[in-house]
């Protein structure tokens, strides 16, 4: 989620082609290829976080993907990283890999910098043995739709994801929704931007049981993104949640009981090809 949008999502470098006209005989400089419309990224983060929310029980994971964008806007993609916490929801289920199946349509309907952005996102979860109960299959399938923003400097987007089955491993938990909203500064400084994000996760159909922390919970983060040149990139954020305790039981825990909500500092390393 992702960081795709999921989101995520990292920069991209572009080259600047210069000429000089020492005679008129001069050769012609050579024209600047066209750009691919396949891209690619891999990742490294020290813990990966999904709308605040660690995916990995608190350690580090390998993570990447594949773009497709036609000129007509229409875009499709794959995005994969390694996980471990659907191991949590039954120790009769595994599954070691997320990923991320989307496709859409982007397209400047308001004005140059102002892209709005329809599509659907399925996170799948190969898994090994046998599900018990069904409020443990954590396959989900969110429609989004999204609003690109430029102001000068300043980029980002507003987004509403709407899940059209159950979320996450939630039983009856189908119409979940996370609106939410990023904006980056670029400094002009050393290649510098400043990253800041906020969103709202809604899990439905959870009552309120006594002893139970609910489900449903609001994340952020603030960071700093080094563009290195050449499609290499080196994020570095805080990131925290509101998750729920109820006595010594969090909402989202790991095995060893530890939150997996719990604010905290996540490195990211990014090569986009």
């Known amino acids: 989620m992702k960081t795709i949008q999921k989101t995520a999502i990292a920069l991209a470098a572009s080259g600047l082609f210069a000429t000089a006209a020492f005679a008129q005989t001069a050769p012609a400089a050579p024209e600047a290829?066209?750009?691919?419309?396949?891209?690619?990224?891999?990742?490294?983060?020290?813990?990966?976080?999904?709308?605040?929310?660690?995916?990995?029980n608190l350690r580090p994971a390998v993570q990447g993907g594949f773009d497709y964008a036609h000129e007509s806007g229409?875009?499709?993609?794959?995005?994969?990283?390694?996980?471990?916490?659907?191991?949590n929801l039954n120790p009769n289920v595994s599954s070691g890999v997320e990923m991320d199946f989307y496709a859409g349509v982007k397209k400047e309907l308001i004005g140059e910098g102002f892209a709005s952005d329809l599509g659907v996102l399925q996170y799948y979860y190969p898994t090994s043995g046998n599900f018990t109960k069904p409020n443990v299959?954590?396959?989900?399938?969110?429609?989004?739709?999204?609003?690109?923003?430029?102001?000068?400097?300043?980029?980002?987007?507003?987004k509403f994801s709407y899940a059209v089955t159950n979320t996450f491993g939630y039983n009856t938990s189908s119409g979940s929704y996370y609106p939410d909203l990023t904006a980056?500064?670029?400094?002009?400084?050393?290649?510098?931007?400043?990253?800041?994000?906020v969103g709202y996760q809604k899990i439905a159909g959870q009552s309120v049981v006594s002893g139970t922390p609910t489900a449903s919970y609001t994340d952020w983060k603030l960071g700093l993104t080094k563009d290195f040149g050449g499609g290499l990139s080196l994020a570095a954020a805080y990131i925290g949640t509101n998750a729920a305790k109820s006595g010594s039981?969090?909402?989202?825990?790991?095995?060893?009981?530890?939150?997996?909500?719990?604010s905290t500092g996540v490195l990211n390393l990014t090569k986009t090809f």
């Open 33 to 56: 290829p066209e750009a691919s419309p396949v891209t690619a990224n891999v990742s490294v983060v020290s813990d990966y976080r999904y709308r605040g929310i660690s995916q990995s």
């Open 249 to 262: 039981t969090y909402a989202y825990q790991s095995p060893a009981g530890k939150n997996l909500g719990g």
């Open 137 to 158: 299959n954590p396959n989900t399938t969110e429609l989004y739709a999204a609003q690109n923003y430029t102001f000068g400097p300043v980029t980002g987007f507003v």
């Open 184 to 197: 980056n500064y670029d400094t002009g400084i050393w290649g510098l931007a400043v990253n800041a994000h």
């Open 74 to 87: 229409f875009y499709i993609g794959n995005w994969n990283s390694s996980i471990t916490w659907v191991n």
